[in-house]
């Protein structure tokens, strides 16, 4: 079956420390994007990327870090210069055709001990 | 500022009958709407989308109607049922954003049998 995976479900990271959240995608899609989810509150967008090696900031891109080397992933680095970075962590995919939904994966929850 | 607003944090309907969620913008550049549903715990969902060109998409159970005057839209769902209980947010993408979404804060529905 297509789709998204992210991993893992439930990170902790302890305080200074870098850590690196998956997303993998078999739906063959252009672009990907990377959203955070805080209690109560819409989805905002961190990074995105139309095509492989090209990236963009989103509106909250301080203290993240990507990289899109192959078109099936787009791994989100949340570096210790994120001051907040406990949150819910979405991963999404759309094809690069007009007015194409995105389609999201399940979530990876990040916790800082 | 919020571009996509959901005022009603929460809606509570019989089920068989009709849920209306509600959506307002304020950027006049958007021309692509799209309703997600989410549980917790896991990504949303697509549910539907309308274009600035239609003011009624239809799909089974789920409506959405767009008044660009108001820089309004709705999402009907009849009749209700216990399984729609989630959470459903609006989102709003704008001529050359690159598809890029604007998230509301979304509406908790609760579908009571």
């Known amino acids: 079956d297509g789709g998204i995976t992210q991993s893992p479900k439930y990170l902790f990271r302890k305080e200074g420390q870098n850590v690196t959240l998956s997303c993998e995608q078999n739906?063959?899609?252009?672009?990907m994007y990377w959203y955070r989810q805080d209690p109560g509150q819409g989805l905002r967008l961190i990074y995105y990327?139309?095509?492989?090696?090209?990236?963009q900031k989103g509106d909250i891109a301080e203290g993240y870090s990507v990289s899109r080397e192959k078109k099936e992933s787009f791994p989100l680095t949340v570096t210790s210069a994120q001051k907040n970075p406990t949150a819910f962590y979405l991963c999404?995919?759309?094809?690069?055709?007009?007015?194409?939904?995105?389609?999201f994966g399940d979530g990876t929850r990040l916790s800082i001990l | 500022d919020q571009q996509v607003k959901q005022n009603s944090p929460s809606l509570s309907v019989q089920e068989g009958r009709i849920s209306i969620l509600n959506c307002d913008y304020t950027?006049?550049?958007?021309?692509?709407f799209l309703w997600y549903k989410k549980y917790p715990a896991e990504g949303p969902t697509f549910l539907i989308s309308?274009?600035?060109?239609?003011d009624k998409n239809e799909d089974g159970r789920f409506t959405v109607f767009l008044n660009k005057s108001a820089k309004h839209l709705s999402l009907h769902i009849v009749p209700s049922q216990p399984g729609d209980s989630a959470v459903y947010f609006c989102?709003?993408?704008?001529?050359?954003?690159?598809?890029?979404?604007?998230f509301g804060k979304g509406t908790l529905l609760t579908v009571n049998p």
């Open positions: 309308i274009s600035s060109i239609k």
């Open positions: 989102a709003a993408s704008g001529r050359g954003s690159n598809y890029k979404l604007t």
């Open positions: 950027n006049s550049m958007f021309d692509y």
């Open positions: 990327s139309q095509i492989v090696n090209d990236f």
């Open positions: 999404a995919s759309r094809k690069n055709r007009a007015q194409e939904p995105q389609h």
């Open positions: 739906l063959n899609h252009d672009a």
